[in-house]
């Protein structure tokens, strides 16, 4: 299964989109002491297995929040865990936060050499597009730009090719689908929720954990989604 986070810091208790350090820690090590083996989306698609193969994992953050590189990886690092970043390529490296922050020192994003630094010590990263913005509501040159200029951007920054994206909000439809498969994405993933979405290489389910998600909620989470042994298709 794939877990989706956002953020990992110890500023706000009450932000669903933030978990603490010591929860993280602590579902971390929930996660490998009931025997759980940590892989990453480059080595499940490389080699054709199904992902939701009962008892393996995979760790996502989305955004590309800079309390990843100070909070989340040293964490991971000690556990031998490699993350996957879906990075909004148009917001690394600027002064810009969501609406829903305003504190530029503590809710800034990645710069270029952080994120050089990350993938020095064992992360990857993907494409959260280029401004989190709806991409059902672009016409097709805009949608192009949102979809492709982040992976040429992620690709030249970095050096490592970009083969996955998510999808902002969830959203998308066929027309984004076929938009991301076209751009050379090899896969890409969603959070279903209580949504019935199909599993495909470009719908890839992820299980969100949240800021208010407790221990006993994050192990009803692990438990369900370790129920499901699904095939890409």
Request: aromatic share 14%; charged share 30%; net charge positive.
């Amino acid at each position: 299964m794939i877990l989706a986070y956002h953020r990992v810091n110890p500023w706000y208790d009450k932000d669903a989109l933030t978990v603490s350090p010591g929860v993280f820690k602590r579902q971390m090590e929930y996660m490998l002491g009931k025997g759980f083996i940590s892989d990453t989306l480059e080595k499940v698609f490389r080699d054709n297995r199904i992902f939701h193969e009962r008892y393996r994992f995979c760790i996502t953050f989305d955004d590309g929040f800079a309390d990843n590189l100070w909070y989340a990886l040293p964490l991971l690092e000690t556990m031998g865990i490699k993350p996957l970043i879906f990075l909004t390529a148009g917001l690394i490296g600027t002064e810009k936060t969501l609406p829903r922050y305003g504190d530029p020192g503590r809710d800034r994003f990645l710069n270029w050499n952080e994120v050089v630094e990350m993938l020095g010590r064992g992360a990857e990263f993907g494409s959260h597009a280029l401004t989190h913005s709806r991409l059902t509501d672009m016409n097709e040159e805009k949608l192009r730009n949102e979809i492709e200029d982040p992976k040429k951007i992620i690709e030249d920054k970095t050096g490592k090719r970009v083969d996955f994206f998510c999808y902002p909000f969830g959203d998308f439809d066929e027309r984004i689908i076929g938009a991301v498969r076209k751009a050379g994405y090899i896969g890409a993933v969603v959070t279903p929720g209580k949504k019935d979405i199909e599993l495909t290489r470009y719908t890839v389910h992820r299980t969100g954990i949240y800021g208010h998600n407790g221990l006993l909620i994050f192990r009803v989470k692990i438990w369900r989604g370790n129920k499901k042994i699904e095939k890409f298709y």
